[in-house]
């Protein structure tokens, strides 16, 4: 299975410059080396063959791997990473699947496998809407959590991990955070870049401190201006959020405002709607008990009655 968010993507050629900020094909979010696969199949499927891009892979015997993979990730032999299970197939029903509406969160996608604070986490997506003097856009953010160390984990300040002292996995791992956020506010590219740094900040606030080898990914992309392909015009106006104006540039503040506690509450989500995963060799992930975090978050004053 694998998760998908169409949205605009900033191409990089070998010394890293931008060459590209618009949307030409989707996102799809799966396990790096799996990527490759994915990236075959999606340009297959949008008749994109004949163009050339590079990939760089290594290739290395037992002896290295096992060696890099315990660096890395404190596995103790060589693993089958270039399986690559992922077939065109699983693309293409993905992207066909894509529909509007309420996301699935928790043990989905590509988040069937992952763990967050030592607990099961997956996919989790959360949205916070302006107010109407603010142009009441929409900042929406989709994270794919594997990351974080039980004792860090925070709901809304509460240090609710330091209370979670069981239902811990049998070895700890630490892993990377993959994070998308949509908006309509019309943004330019520069300006997105901040957006995406701002993603960092809402994982900080439950508890992240993209410890060292984590790989945390932020995307972010706007749908208020799209351009044609194929227009006559070789200039086109653009609509832009002003980067400053007298006093305070107060939009992009609420923007940024947004996208942190969307991108928070996103996660938390994920670690709610997440169910006990029982993996390979009889790893277990254990679920988020709402039944012992609830009443933490009561008596910390965090629940509002309904």
């Given at each position: 299975?694998?998760?998908?968010?169409?949205?605009?993507?900033?191409?990089?050629?070998?010394?890293?410059r931008?060459?590209?900020?618009?949307?030409?094909?989707?996102?799809?979010?799966?396990?790096?080396?799996?990527?490759?696969?994915?990236?075959?199949?999606?340009?297959?499927?949008?008749?994109?063959?004949?163009?050339?891009?590079?990939?760089?892979?290594?290739?290395?015997?037992?002896?290295?791997?096992?060696?890099?993979?315990?660096?890395h990730?404190?596995?103790?032999?060589?693993?089958?990473?270039?399986?690559?299970?992922?077939?065109?197939?699983?693309?293409?029903?993905?992207?066909?699947g894509?529909?509007?509406?309420?996301?699935?969160?928790?043990?989905?996608?590509?988040?069937?496998?992952?763990?967050?604070?030592?607990?099961?986490?997956?996919?989790?997506t959360?949205?916070?809407?302006?107010?109407?003097?603010?142009?009441?856009?929409?900042?929406?953010?989709?994270?794919?959590?594997?990351?974080?160390?039980?004792?860090?984990?925070?709901?809304?300040?509460?240090?609710?991990?330091?209370?979670?002292?069981?239902?811990?996995?049998?070895?700890?791992?630490?892993?990377?955070?993959v994070?998308?956020?949509?908006?309509?506010?019309?943004?330019?590219p520069?300006?997105l870049?901040?957006?995406?740094?701002?993603?960092?900040?809402?994982?900080?606030?439950?508890?992240?401190?993209?410890?060292?080898?984590?790989?945390?990914?932020?995307?972010?992309?706007?749908?208020?201006?799209?351009?044609?392909?194929?227009?006559?015009?070789?200039?086109?106006?653009?609509?832009?959020?002003?980067?400053?104006?007298a006093?305070?540039?107060?939009?992009?503040?609420?923007?940024f405002a947004?996208?942190?506690e969307?991108?928070?509450?996103?996660?938390?989500?994920?670690?709610?709607?997440?169910?006990?995963?029982?993996g390979?060799?009889?790893?277990?992930?254990y679920?988020?008990?709402?039944?012992?975090?609830?009443?933490?978050?009561?008596?910390?004053?965090?629940?509002?009655?309904?």
């Amino acid at each position: 299975m694998t998760a998908v968010m169409g949205c605009a993507i900033t191409f990089h050629d070998r010394i890293g410059r931008d060459r590209l900020a618009a949307a030409v094909e989707p996102v799809i979010v799966e396990d790096a080396l799996a990527l490759l696969e994915a990236a075959v199949a999606d340009t297959t499927r949008l008749g994109l063959n004949g163009q050339v891009c590079e990939v760089e892979v290594s290739l290395v015997a037992d002896a290295e791997m096992t060696r890099l993979n315990f660096d890395h990730m404190g596995e103790r032999g060589p693993t089958d990473v270039l399986s690559f299970p992922l077939a065109d197939e699983d693309v293409a029903a993905a992207l066909d699947g894509a529909v509007d509406g309420d996301v699935s969160e928790g043990c989905v996608g590509a988040g069937t496998g992952m763990q967050c604070f030592d607990l099961k986490g997956g996919i989790g997506t959360a949205s916070r809407v302006l107010p109407a003097e603010d142009g009441a856009y929409t900042v929406g953010a989709l994270v794919l959590t594997n990351f974080g160390s039980r004792p860090d984990l925070r709901i809304d300040g509460v240090r609710v991990g330091e209370q979670l002292t069981d239902l811990m996995p049998i070895d700890h791992h630490e892993g990377s955070c993959v994070v998308v956020v949509a908006t309509d506010a019309p943004l330019l590219p520069h300006q997105l870049r901040r957006v995406a740094q701002r993603a960092g900040m809402g994982l900080a606030r439950t508890g992240s401190t993209a410890s060292n080898g984590s790989g945390e990914q932020m995307l972010a992309f706007s749908t208020a201006n799209r351009i044609s392909i194929k227009t006559a015009d070789p200039v086109v106006d653009l609509r832009a959020v002003a980067d400053a104006r007298a006093g305070e540039p107060r939009l992009l503040g609420e923007l940024f405002a947004a996208t942190i506690e969307a991108t928070e509450e996103a996660v938390v989500n994920a670690l709610f709607a997440a169910e006990t995963t029982v993996g390979r060799d009889g790893n277990t992930l254990y679920s988020m008990p709402p039944e012992r975090v609830l009443p933490m978050m009561q008596r910390a004053g965090r629940l509002v009655p309904r």
